[in-house]
């Protein structure tokens, strides 16, 4: 009887204990929910719901969004576009047609910033941590922050605004990832089949995420800047637009990365040529770069490594053309380092360097291997300036030695903060270290370098000194 006793009180209190636990858990989510309400973003009044045309008119004409503004894409309804254009029907073929003859430049080119510059979003290709800790971008204005979220469904960044203990939120699909990430990356989404720049990119010099660069106010939100077409010229290889309007493409035919035929021209005709020659020996019906003048050559580059107005719609240069019938190009003595866009206008600072004026042969690839990834092979670079400069030439051979040798770039063609790429931070603004190509003297950062090579010097002995020591004490 005892024990039946206690057999019931054990029963009972186990029953008792979980119906507290379900009373706590169920407590707690009533005490969240009733500190925080959710609801959808576009129910905030002050959410401003926009057309392509409109972002263009508000924000590069005013240039001054209130903090806490939001901006997003109008939804729209209706028959997505469609292209009858097919990249192949142009000769715009994919880098995999050229691979089963030239695998070397294939793999080569795999390597390269350029094959990785536009992608479809996965957990390789974005750069950034979706890492519950580290998926927060907090913004001076309490009220306003962005996470980013991975699920199986895709990849996401959730914007949230609060407002009297409500939380609007929405999440923006993350469709497709611009940069190879050598400074960062950006995001495109799309509503129906028009294509938008997100709110949140990525920085790789603090691997962090952060507001978008160039007008993207912190403190604010907009998800509905428009892409131009020519944003893509310059990342992809080839995108159908409806030319009638500003950001409208065909959503199921695209090449992303810049690839083959951007540089070699379309590449329809010497494929079946050499199909049906499969013992010519001699590339036919194909550009090949080296064998253009120098003008022509560099233009290839210059199409997107150049500031300019184009002048005519985009994809239709052809490798060999004269660029200036594409683009108003500016390569006069006074063009800028850094120009919008952010592609840090190359050809002009390089034509502006004595080297490329009394060389008469420098071009583009007199440095770059467009088959090869070079980045940071700061001596390499170096050894290129040794086929025209003998070390002793510099100056800075008395002062510095031959440790000059590996680091010629270093000081004669410093990267420097661009001003066309600033990004808003909360704690201040940031701008992208950008190579420039003007070669010339360079006083400030030589005497950084200068500064570096000595101090290095300086720790090499002291390490020599460190690791004989103990041997002479052994003995
Ligand atoms: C069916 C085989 C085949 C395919 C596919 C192919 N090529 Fe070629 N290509 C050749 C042959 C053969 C040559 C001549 C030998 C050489 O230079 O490798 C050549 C030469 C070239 C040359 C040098 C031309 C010159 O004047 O020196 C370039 C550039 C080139 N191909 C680019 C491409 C590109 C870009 C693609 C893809 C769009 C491609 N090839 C696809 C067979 C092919
Ligand atoms: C269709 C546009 C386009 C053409 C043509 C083009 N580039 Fe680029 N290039 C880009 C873009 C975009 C990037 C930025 C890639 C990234 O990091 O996302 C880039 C990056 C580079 C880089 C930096 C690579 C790195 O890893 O740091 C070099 C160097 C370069 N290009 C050289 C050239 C040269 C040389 C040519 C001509 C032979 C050329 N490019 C032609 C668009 C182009
Ligand atoms: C005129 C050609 C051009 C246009 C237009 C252009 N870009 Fe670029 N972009 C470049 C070049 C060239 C670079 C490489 C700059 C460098 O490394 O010096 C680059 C770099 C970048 C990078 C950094 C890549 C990396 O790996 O660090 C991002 C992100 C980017 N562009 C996004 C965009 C977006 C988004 C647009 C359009 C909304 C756009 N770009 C428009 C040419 C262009
Ligand atoms: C950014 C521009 C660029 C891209 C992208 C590019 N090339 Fe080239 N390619 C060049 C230039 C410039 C030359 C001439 C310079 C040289 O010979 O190194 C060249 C030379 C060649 C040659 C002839 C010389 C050799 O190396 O055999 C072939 C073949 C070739 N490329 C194939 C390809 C293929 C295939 C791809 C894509 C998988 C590709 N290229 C991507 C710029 C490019
Ligand atoms: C194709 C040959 C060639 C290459 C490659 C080359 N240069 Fe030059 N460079 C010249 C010529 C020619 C001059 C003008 C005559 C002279 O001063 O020696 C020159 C001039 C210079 C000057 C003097 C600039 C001035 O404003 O007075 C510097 C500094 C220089 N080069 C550094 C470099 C560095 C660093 C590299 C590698 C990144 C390099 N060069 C690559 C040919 C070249
Ligand atoms: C005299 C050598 C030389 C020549 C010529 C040259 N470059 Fe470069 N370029 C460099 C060096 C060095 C770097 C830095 C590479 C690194 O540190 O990874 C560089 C970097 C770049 C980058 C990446 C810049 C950045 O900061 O992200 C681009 C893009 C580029 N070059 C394009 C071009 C184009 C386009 C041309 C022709 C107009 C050209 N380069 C001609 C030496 C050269
Ligand atoms: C620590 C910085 C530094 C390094 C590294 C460096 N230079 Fe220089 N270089 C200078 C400075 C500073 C001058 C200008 C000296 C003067 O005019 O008083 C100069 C001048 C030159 C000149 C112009 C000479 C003249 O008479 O006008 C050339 C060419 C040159 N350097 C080539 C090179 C080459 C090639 C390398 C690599 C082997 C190199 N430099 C490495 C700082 C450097």
Redesign the pocket.
């Known amino acids: 009887m005892g024990q039946r006793a206690i057999i019931i009180l054990m029963k009972t209190s186990r029953l008792i204990l979980i119906a507290a636990v379900l009373f706590l858990i169920a407590w707690l989510l009533v005490s969240q929910r009733d500190e925080f309400i959710v609801k959808p973003l576009r129910d905030l009044d002050s959410v401003r719901e926009i057309a392509p045309g409109e972002w263009v008119d508000l924000v590069t004409a005013g240039h001054n969004i209130a903090p806490g503004t939001v901006l997003i894409p109008r939804k729209n309804a209706g028959v997505e576009f469609r292209s009858g254009v097919r990249p192949e029907s142009r000769g715009f073929?994919s880098?995999e047609?050229?691979s089963?003859?030239?695998a070397e430049n294939y793999r080569g080119f795999l390597t390269t910033a350029h094959a990785i510059t536009s992608q479809e979003p996965d957990d390789k290709s974005i750069l950034g941590s979706f890492a519950e800790e580290r998926s927060l971008l907090a913004t001076r204005n309490p009220d306003l922050w962005f996470k980013m979220l991975a699920d199986t469904t895709g990849f996401y960044q959730q914007l949230t605004v609060q407002k009297d203990r409500i939380h609007y939120t929405e999440k923006r699909s993350i469709d497709l990832v611009m940069g190879s990430g050598n400074h960062g990356q950006a995001y495109l989404s799309w509503e129906g089949d028009h294509l938008y720049q997100m709110h949140v990119s990525y920085l790789t010099e603090s691997d962090q995420w952060v507001n978008s660069p160039g007008m993207y106010v912190d403190g604010t939100a907009d998800f509905a800047r428009p892409v131009p077409t020519r944003c893509l010229d310059c990342h992809a290889t080839w995108f159908s637009e409806d030319s009638r309007t500003i950001n409208r493409f065909d959503r199921s035919n695209y090449l992303l990365g810049v690839t083959?035929?951007r540089c070699?021209g379309p590449?329809h005709e010497?494929?079946a040529y050499?199909?049906e020659h499969?013992g010519?020996?001699?590339?036919r019906q194909?550009?090949?770069p080296s064998?253009l003048s120098r003008d022509r050559l560099n233009e290839i580059c210059a199409q997107c490594h150049s500031a300019g107005e184009p002048r005519a719609p985009s994809f239709t240069y052809r490798p060999g053309e004269p660029l200036s019938e594409y683009l108003e190009l500016d390569l006069g003595a006074d063009a800028p380092a850094n120009e919008d866009p952010h592609s840090a206008n190359q050809l002009a600072r390089l034509m502006k360097s004595k080297c490329y004026i009394a060389s008469e042969t420098m071009t583009c690839i007199t440095c770059h291997d467009p088959h090869q990834d070079q980045r940071g092979d700061t001596s390499g670079f170096s050894r290129t300036c040794q086929q025209c400069h003998q070390p002793e030439t510099c100056r800075e051979q008395k002062t510095s030695g031959s440790a000059i040798n590996d680091r010629c770039v270093e000081c004669h063609m410093p990267s420097r903060r661009d001003e066309q790429v600033s990004i808003e931070m909360k704690s201040g603004t940031l701008m992208a270290l950008i190579r420039d190509h003007l070669i010339g003297k360079w006083p400030a950062t030589s005497d950084r370098v200068r500064a570096k090579i000595a101090a290095d010097a300086q720790s090499q002995a002291r390490s020599a000194r460190d690791t004989q020591q103990p041997q002479r004490d052994s003995r």
Do not use: T
């Open positions: 073929l880098p047609v050229c089963e003859c030239h083959c035929v070699h590449g010497h494929v050499h199909r499969p010519e020996e001699v590339g194909i550009v090949n064998g």
